[in-house]
């Protein structure tokens, strides 16, 4: 099959699984911490990848472990505690959105670290997607005053290291295999995962005990296999057969799958916040549209 054609087949899978990661997410805080939902799925999902990937791991030089290292750390291990801490306070729908900054960041990123050229349309969808952001965090605090949207900080963070993420695997990691690389970041993080999970109270009678418990797990386990093990393979290869800037246009569609899930599960979402949402995502096409 045509790469052109693979790699939107790889784009609208991703899609698909991560568009549901977020309303697994507000599930499975019903029964557990942010804390004990992060580092639980980074363990899950850490024990999947070993079961397929160990192997994999002799082709990854030593030079390529301390990128290895910090891709897990930026791509999986600290955005799965941003996620969870975030969706606490603000709605699955409305995080989506802001996880869609995703390619405005890997844009920015690109020029300010990895000394990538920009033009002025560029910069001019990088405005226009700020400005969409702000009306989209102020509009939800309004519409959900018991809500604390400061909390969307929690999610802008996860976005810069997103992008900060996938200028790594393109620059640095281009010759690794997906699945090298993705069982390679969970070598670094698991045990990390595993002792935050120690601390977390995760093995205490009180979280044991708690009626949501054994379906939040059940959504954990689904959230690590398809939502981060299968995925990040699948996102890397995309890196790897594309552009960074391709590959982090998932977020084009993930919103709208997001927003799907979220309407179904009663929450809120008003038409200013929908204006906003195609507000951001036309500075993201903007940013990223290549000159003719």
Same mark, same amino acid.
């Given at each position: 099959?045509?790469?052109?054609?693979? %790699?939107?087949?790889?784009?609208?899978?991703?899609?698909?699984?991560?568009?549901?990661?977020?309303?697994?997410?507000? %599930?499975?805080?019903?029964?557990?911490?942010?804390?004990?939902?992060?580092?639980?799925?980074?363990?899950?999902?850490?024990?999947?990848?070993?079961?397929?990937?160990?192997?994999?791991?002799?082709?990854?030089?030593?030079?390529?472990?301390?990128?290895?290292? !910090?891709?897990?750390?930026?791509?999986?291990?600290?955005?799965?505690?941003?996620?969870?801490?975030?969706?606490?306070? !603000?709605?699955?729908?409305?995080?989506?959105?802001?996880?869609?900054?995703?390619?405005?960041?890997?844009?920015?990123?690109?020029?300010?670290?990895?000394?990538?050229?920009?033009?002025?349309?560029?910069?001019?969808?990088?405005?226009?997607?700020?400005?969409?952001?702000?009306?989209?965090?102020?509009?939800?605090?309004?519409?959900?005053?018991?809500?604390?949207?400061?909390?969307?900080?929690?999610?802008?963070?996860?976005?810069?290291?997103?992008?900060?993420?996938?200028? !790594?695997?393109?620059?640095?990691?281009?010759?690794?295999?997906?699945?090298?690389?993705?069982?390679?970041?969970?070598?670094?993080?698991?045990?990390?995962?595993?002792?935050?999970?120690?601390?977390?109270?995760?093995?205490?009678?009180?979280?044991?005990?708690?009626?949501?418990?054994?379906?939040?797990?059940?959504?954990?386990?689904?959230?690590?296999?398809?939502?981060?093990?299968?995925?990040?393979?699948?996102?890397?290869?995309?890196?790897? !057969?594309?552009?960074?800037?391709?590959?982090?246009?998932?977020?084009?569609?993930?919103?709208?799958?997001?927003?799907?899930?979220?309407?179904?599960?009663?929450?809120?979402?008003?038409?200013?916040?929908?204006?906003?949402?195609?507000?951001?995502?036309?500075?993201?096409?903007?940013?990223?549209?290549?000159?003719?």
């Amino acid at each position: 099959m045509d790469r052109i054609n693979i %790699k939107w087949i790889y784009l609208i899978v991703l899609s698909l699984i991560w568009g549901s990661s977020f309303i697994l997410i507000k %599930k499975a805080l019903l029964g557990l911490t942010p804390w004990q939902l992060g580092a639980l799925r980074t363990f899950i999902t850490g024990l999947f990848l070993f079961s397929v990937g160990l192997k994999h791991l002799k082709q990854v030089k030593a030079r390529q472990w301390l990128w290895i290292g !910090i891709s897990g750390f930026l791509g999986s291990f600290f955005p799965a505690f941003l996620f969870a801490i975030a969706e606490t306070e !603000i709605d699955s729908a409305v995080t989506s959105v802001l996880n869609s900054l995703v390619p405005l960041n890997t844009l920015l990123m690109g020029m300010a670290v990895f000394k990538i050229g920009s033009t002025r349309r560029q910069l001019f969808g990088v405005i226009i997607g700020f400005i969409g952001t702000c009306l989209l965090i102020l509009k939800g605090a309004e519409l959900n005053p018991e809500q604390n949207y400061l909390y969307a900080g929690f999610i802008l963070l996860a976005t810069v290291m997103y992008a900060c993420n996938v200028n !790594i695997i393109k620059r640095y990691l281009q010759d690794v295999k997906p699945l090298a690389v993705a069982t390679g970041n969970y070598v670094v993080i698991i045990v990390p995962a595993l002792l935050v999970l120690v601390g977390s109270g995760f093995f205490e009678e009180t979280t044991l005990s708690n009626p949501n418990f054994k379906m939040s797990l059940v959504y954990v386990t689904v959230l690590a296999f398809f939502g981060t093990a299968l995925a990040k393979v699948l996102y890397t290869t995309l890196v790897q !057969i594309s552009t960074p800037v391709f590959a982090s246009s998932v977020t084009y569609l993930m919103p709208v799958v997001a927003l799907m899930w979220g309407v179904l599960d009663g929450e809120s979402f008003s038409a200013v916040q929908g204006i906003a949402t195609v507000v951001i995502l036309f500075g993201v096409y903007l940013s990223h549209r290549r000159k003719r």
